[in-house]
């Protein structure tokens, strides 16, 4: 019996799963998860893409590791796995809670762990009644936010399952309020009703903090984070073009992140997440915004080698030279003084304001080839494989 990589398409995660299961001596087995027939009938369980007959792998796999990437996919393909008898990381429970942002920040609010404040009307921006007459509440949840959630602090209106930063939209004016309200129809990335945040004080970053539990063993929380910074928009997701830097965390922020990990992962065997935390920066340290953004200039055009490497398609046909490149040139790019400032600013500042931090997301598949491996050196690959492993016993 063996794990298995359930994959939708393979990126240079799956890659890097691939390569290092190699070098840890670990035969990885392959589902694809996405054209292929999965087939349930009275004679039993057949899987079948148009050119291969995949039932013997599923049968000889006795633990999933989940890596398909959309979030719908990813909860069906648990689900189903686990009615076919296996193990999965993650399970079909936590992919759950980890699909919807409100649900995750409700399990954290209720073990008292610190989350933004956020407000949930269950109705959608528009619906219909049943003589197909068209209503809209736009102008009451607007009212129900501002409610609780002063304007000038700013409302934060997130879709619910999205990632990437996309739908995260800040509103300052009642126009901007209403408008984005009225931009959150209902659709796969926010099934129901909207979700509203209020802007939280942060600086000019996030992090991302990784923290897993491996059956039958402590949760560990890797010390090192992966800080995304930028000041161009409130959103600092790499996907927008903002650039990457290694965080230092302290200890009690490393104990703050086992706890949401032991809650969230809560009556399953063994899990991993990616950990969307803010800090809320009252103490800058004499650090001004202006000498700050000087240097994420410099740090932007120091990066763009590495996006230059990240872009190149030769990882598709030689993925080792291609990382080896990709290593090289990132080397050079965390070793260039505007990096090392920015980082040093970002570990002051967390150290600074250790106890204002709140946690906003928790990713269950997160991506950390390109990122937070480089960054800061934990190569998510082994704990993934550790953790399946831990999980064949
Ligand atoms: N309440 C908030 N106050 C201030 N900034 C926020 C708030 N919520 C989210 N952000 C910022 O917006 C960005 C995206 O938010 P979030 O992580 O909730 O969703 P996402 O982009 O869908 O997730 P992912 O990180 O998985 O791509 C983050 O950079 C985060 O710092
Ligand atoms: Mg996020």
Redesign the pocket.
């Known amino acids: 019996m063996s794990v298995a990589l359930l994959y939708e398409r393979s990126e240079n995660d799956e890659a890097g799963v691939k390569q290092t299961a190699q070098q840890l001596g670990i035969d990885l087995k392959f589902i694809p998860f996405r054209k292929i027939a999965l087939s349930i009938s009275k004679e039993g369980f057949s899987a079948k893409t148009i050119g291969k007959d995949y039932t013997e792998t599923f049968n000889q796999t006795s633990v999933v590791l989940n890596r398909a990437q959309s979030k719908n996919r990813r909860l069906q393909a648990s689900y189903f796995m686990e009615m076919l008898g296996k193990k999965t990381l993650n399970t079909s429970q936590v992919e759950f809670t980890c699909y919807s942002?409100l649900r995750t920040l409700l399990k954290l609010w209720k073990a008292n762990l610190p989350v933004?404040k956020t407000v949930f009307v269950p109705c959608d921006a528009s619906d219909f009644l049943k003589n197909h007459k068209e209503i809209h509440n736009e102008k009451d949840i607007a009212e129900l936010f501002q409610a609780d959630i002063p304007l000038n602090d700013?409302i934060?209106i997130?879709?619910d399952a999205?990632?990437?930063?996309?739908?995260?939209m800040?509103s300052k004016t009642r126009e901007e309020l209403f408008a984005n309200i009225t931009a959150t129809k209902p659709s796969i990335i926010n099934p129901i009703g909207v979700v509203a945040?209020?802007?939280?004080?942060?600086w000019f970053y996030?992090l991302?903090i990784i923290v897993y539990k491996e059956k039958g063993k402590q949760t560990i929380c890797y010390n090192k984070a992966l800080a995304?910074a930028g000041f161009k928009d409130?959103?600092?997701?790499t996907?927008l073009g903002?650039i990457v830097f290694e965080a230092k965390l302290p200890q009690n922020v490393v104990n703050l992140a086992i706890k949401c990990g032991n809650t969230l992962g809560e009556g399953n065997d063994a899990w991993i997440f990616a950990l969307?935390a803010?800090v809320n920066v009252t103490n800058k340290n004499h650090v001004t915004d202006d000498s700050l953004k000087a240097q994420l200039d410099l740090a932007t055009q120091a990066y763009l080698p590495v996006q230059k490497v990240k872009a190149d398609e030769t990882r598709l046909t030689d993925f080792t030279a291609w990382n080896n490149k990709l290593e090289q040139t990132f080397n050079t790019y965390a070793n260039s003084s505007s990096y090392q400032k920015i980082k040093n600013v970002i570990d002051e500042s967390i150290e600074n304001n250790k106890n204002s931090l709140v946690f906003?997301?928790a990713?269950s598949c997160?991506e950390f080839w390109e990122n937070t491996r480089l960054v800061t050196g934990l190569n998510v690959a082994i704990p993934l494989l550790k953790i399946a492993q831990s999980l064949t016993n």
């Open positions: 942002k933004p700013g934060v997130k879709a999205g990632t990437h930063g996309k739908m995260i800040l945040q209020k802007l939280f004080n942060k996030d991302r995304r409130f959103r600092t997701n996907f903002n969307d803010m906003h997301e990713n997160p």
